[in-house]
């Protein structure tokens, strides 16, 4: 019997809380599922809910990660999307994002708050969003868990349940998509 992780590449660890990722051999092109990596993350987030849970997707990726998980867990109410764009610490070089708005349609304060992202890559969007979820009120706690960590940490910000872990060149970018359907594919950009 096969596991998921039978059908990653070399260069990805699927579903690894801690632990490090493997270099991806020179002029190996990245290749992801994104739809098998979500079935490991939805396994990921089913473990850690809790009563309190709130799900929280930072936008655009992780918060189509939030709906889709909220609805195919069955997990009461709506799950929160939340903008960095106002706590950046490249405002004056990039200007205010035109991405989406914070909606947190529920009380911060006292909520396990379960914080999902598609790529942790610096940390600095993670902080950011921290700042950002703190304006709202003091949850409990906050844990964070993403669909990819390709490391290249600037912060000391670990995710608590990543689905895979990959290294990828500074000039690379890993993005994930989502289709009409609802569907997700990752496309990787730069060289």
């Not at 902080?127 to 390709?150: H, K, Q, T």
Request: hydrophobic letters at 40%; glycine letters at 12%.
């Amino acid at each position: 019997m096969s596991k998921p992780s039978d059908n990653l590449p070399a260069a990805a660890e699927p579903a690894a809380p801690a632990g490090g990722a493997e270099a991806l051999p020179p002029g190996l092109g990245l290749v992801l599922d994104a739809e098998a990596l979500y079935g490991e993350l939805r396994k990921g987030v089913r473990a850690l809910c809790t009563a309190q849970t709130r799900l929280v997707g930072i936008t655009s990726g992780g918060a189509w990660l939030a709906q889709r998980l909220q609805s195919d867990l069955g997990l009461p109410g709506t799950a929160g999307s939340i903008s960095s764009a106002m706590h950046r610490d490249d405002f004056a070089r990039r200007g205010l994002s035109s991405g989406g708005q914070t909606s947190l349609p529920f009380d911060v304060n006292g909520a396990e708050i379960i914080l999902l992202d598609d790529v942790l890559y610096t940390g600095r969007t993670i902080r950011a969003v921290i700042n950002e979820l703190f304006d709202y009120g003091r949850p409990a706690s906050v844990r964070l868990v993403v669909l990819v960590d390709r490391g290249g940490r600037e912060l000391p910000i670990q995710a608590d349940f990543a689905a895979a872990r990959v290294t990828m060149p500074p000039a690379r970018s890993l993005a994930l998509a989502r289709d009409a359907s609802g569907g997700f594919s990752f496309h990787v950009e730069g060289h």
